[in-house]
């Protein structure tokens, strides 16, 4: 099965040394990640531990993160935070928009990530050497048909890292824009179009591939280690805005 791009960071960053805290809003799905990373780093489970944190609702939404950086940080500081957090997407034409939709879209990707940057500070070792990297998307660049709210949205978010980037300094804040990359969230296509979804995608880009989460990760190591990077965009997308 696909893995996450989350998964692939934290994948990514034991590999470095580093104790990993893994969040999500399920439990079985989380504990299925625990596992299979303890599975795959056997001597590095004691550095792996996981916690939910559901950020659907949006006047829980503080509460619910408060909770998490408190119980993370209860022994030392994060250096870094990841946030690749998402639900699944519903692409809504314009024409069918309503108020409710539209927030809707928003309260992970946009909500959770600006209250997030709120409270970070306070759970951040301070300094250049700590970072949040955000997560956006090549759509927003290049929207499909149908992908006006999902755009926006994405655009907000390129505008809110260039301004946590002043606000939070001299924490760093940068934002990783994949193109299409072959996720678990494919497992949802019905694996007989599943190879000709992956070959429209492979078509839409200048390097003739489908990302790997994997390899994205490799962009969510960079805003981590290189104390000089902030509001900075990291596009990871295959040439897709060339072709």
Not at 12 to 23: D, F, Q, R, T
Not at 135 to 164: C, D, F, Q, V
Not at 167 to 191: C, Q, W, Y
Not at 202 to 220: F, H, I, L, S
Request: charged residues 20%; contains cysteine.
């Amino acid at each position: 099965m696909p893995l996450g791009i989350g998964f692939c960071v934290a994948e990514a960053c034991l590999e470095h040394g580093a104790h990993v805290i893994v969040s999500g809003s399920r439990q079985e799905k989380l504990c299925k990640a625990l596992d299979r990373l303890k599975a795959a780093y056997p001597d590095a489970s004691s550095r792996i531990s996981g916690y939910t944190c559901d950020l659907s609702q949006p006047d829980q939404l503080e509460v619910n993160l408060s909770n998490l950086l408190s119980v993370v940080t209860t022994d030392r500081k994060l250096d870094h935070i990841a946030f690749t957090a998402g639900d699944a997407l519903k692409i809504t034409p314009v024409s069918e928009a309503t108020p409710e939709v539209i927030r809707q879209t928003g309260n992970v990707r946009f909500l959770g990530a600006l209250m997030l940057a709120k409270l970070a500070p306070k759970y951040l070792s301070p300094g250049p050497a700590s970072s949040i990297t955000l997560t956006g998307g090549s759509n927003t660049h290049k929207p499909m048909p149908g992908w006006t709210i999902i755009a926006s949205y994405g655009a907000a978010t390129e505008g809110m890292t260039r301004g946590l980037a002043v606000d939070l300094k001299p924490i760093r804040v940068n934002m990783v824009s994949p193109g299409a990359v072959h996720t678990e969230l494919f497992a949802d296509i019905a694996e007989d179009r599943l190879e000709d979804v992956l070959g429209m995608m492979r078509k839409a880009t200048a390097t003739g591939e489908v990302g790997r989460p994997e390899d994205v990760a490799e962009a969510y190591l960079y805003c981590m280690r290189d104390r000089l990077v902030t509001d900075s965009l990291i596009e990871s997308n295959g040439g897709r805005l060339l072709v």
